[in-house]
């Protein structure tokens, strides 16, 4: 899925009540170039980053 800061990530969790806020395992950067090192965000706490469309 892409992410509204332009990386690229896959839904590693998804939680009942917030299907829309999973966690997300970062693993491309805006450039499309993969991460060395994945890294993982909880879009339940980071308000600011939203899913804009599945890729």
């Not at 992410?3 to 009942?16: D, R």
């Amino acid at each position: 899925m892409l992410l509204n800061t332009g990386h690229v990530g896959v839904v590693s969790q998804v939680f009942p009540g917030f299907p829309l806020r999973p966690i997300v395992r970062v693993i491309k950067n805006p450039a499309g170039e993969e991460l060395k090192s994945p890294y993982e965000i909880d879009l339940r706490k980071e308000m600011n980053i939203t899913i804009v469309k599945a890729v």
